[in-house]
């Protein structure tokens, strides 16, 4: 409530200047449920001007759809007209909206009934959806018919599919039914917000039902790259990914069980280079420890949170727990932590030998590196001196 706390001002300050005001959306909800609450988005008659007007600092962020950010204390704060959306085009959010003075019309436009409630400042409740009885009844369901709320925004099923899985909802059978009806419409979303949503279904506490849930509405079927893996999707489900904590472990794990190419899944879905990359890293130690332990050198290489991942990965895939503590114990355990930590350089062994520079001082380097980091030599200079020399490497 404290968070709230600090935004009921805003509120406060719209209603004082007879505006009616509220909180609405995913914290309410969230609070409502006593869970920790994300971004406060607020709900108001006021139009934007009239809200950039009453709070000096705003960012006009999304004017065209009635919102503005009001910076309170630093926190930012979406403040949205009432509205209600005409004009749906492509099945996307709308181009035009029509801003309404009631709050009614505001929450009946919104995708299912827990998130078409909205809070005074008091805590009083305003409920005209039966948005709690769905809370308490653990229910997904869309506010008046599915198929209309389906088709002003597609992704709207996706929303649906992901909140099964991170609250450990149920969907209603109704709107489970309008999804498989109206999968084929998620074509004309941006595969971006696809993303973001199936980024957070993977990473949900009911993941499993959640990926079965995709596969039985056929809504797999317009996931780039998984339209053919209803399979392996629910073989995935049958896996246990409790211990999976990151975005790059839940990508990496779906890679892996769809047995799909990181590089192509990443590019279609469009997920940052930097993502891409940690995947590689990942998979490739998954690859290795699915064959020997975990070697002083992989952990080394992969260095310690890759190489938690992993385990983490390789718990999953195997239905065994991941040893964190052992990983920690063996890092803290290297006798060097990167090339900065050894006692040569390249220097060093270009002044202990006649030959001119070339590939062959990072191949000394290399060598010398595995090996101290295995344990056979010691990480001083007359001791690597001694064994490159005995390896007639110099
Ligand atoms: N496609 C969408 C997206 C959002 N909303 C409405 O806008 C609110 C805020 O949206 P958003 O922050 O995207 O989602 P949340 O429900 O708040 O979920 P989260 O906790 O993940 O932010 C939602 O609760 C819902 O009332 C909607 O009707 N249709
Ligand atoms: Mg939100």
């Not at 008659?45 to 630093?74: C, D, I």
């Not at 063996?330 to 350089?345: A, E, F, G, I």
């Amino acid at each position: 409530m404290e968070q709230f706390k600090q935004a009921a001002r805003i509120l406060r300050t719209l209603r004082e200047n007879g505006f009616e005001a509220y909180f609405v959306g995913g914290s309410v909800r969230d609070y409502l449920l006593q869970r920790p609450i994300g971004d406060i988005d607020i709900a108001t008659a006021a139009l934007p001007e009239e809200v950039m007007r009453l709070f000096p600092k705003h960012v006009p962020v999304g004017l065209q759809h009635g919102t503005v950010v009001v910076l309170q204390e630093g926190i930012p704060y979406e403040v949205t007209t009432f509205r209600t959306e005409a004009g749906y085009e492509d099945f996307r959010r709308p181009s035009e909206v029509v801003f309404v003075r009631s709050l009614t019309e505001d929450l009946k436009r919104r995708d299912f009934t827990m998130n078409a409630i909205a809070m005074r400042e008091d805590g009083t409740i305003v409920d005209p959806f039966c948005g709690r009885q769905a809370l308490e009844r653990r229910l997904i369901e869309t506010v008046g018919q599915a198929d209309e709320r389906f088709q002003e925004d597609a992704l709207r099923m996706m929303r649906g599919i992901r909140f099964v899985s991170t609250l450990d909802f149920t969907l209603c059978p109704r709107t489970e039914t309008a999804i498989r009806t109206h999968r084929h419409l998620l074509q004309h979303i941006a595969v971006e917000r696809m993303a973001v949503e199936f980024t957070k279904l993977l990473l949900g506490p009911a993941v499993s039902q959640a990926l079965q849930l995709l596969v039985q509405t056929k809504l797999h079927e317009h996931l780039p790259l998984l339209e053919q893996k209803g399979e392996e999707l629910l073989e995935a489900a049958g896996h246990n990914w409790a211990g999976i904590q990151t975005e790059t472990e839940a990508w990496a794990l779906i890679i892996w069980m769809a047995k799909a190419d990181a590089e192509d899944v990443c590019r279609q879905w469009k997920l940052p280079n930097r993502r891409l990359k940690e995947i590689l890293e990942v998979l490739r130690v998954l690859q290795q420890r699915l064959n020997q332990p975990l070697s002083a050198y992989l952990l080394y290489q992969a260095g310690e949170e890759t190489a938690m991942m992993a385990e983490r990965l390789l718990a999953a895939v195997k239905g065994t727990a991941p040893d964190a503590e052992s990983i920690r114990r063996l890092y803290k355990q290297l006798p060097m932590h990167s090339r900065q930590d050894m006692q040569v350089t390249g220097r060093d062994i270009l002044s202990w030998s006649d030959k001119p520079a070339g590939p062959w001082v990072a191949d000394c380097l290399a060598a010398a590196e595995r090996e101290i980091v295995s344990g056979s030599l010691v990480n001083e200079k007359e001791r690597i001196k001694g064994w490159l020399k005995q390896c007639n490497l110099l």
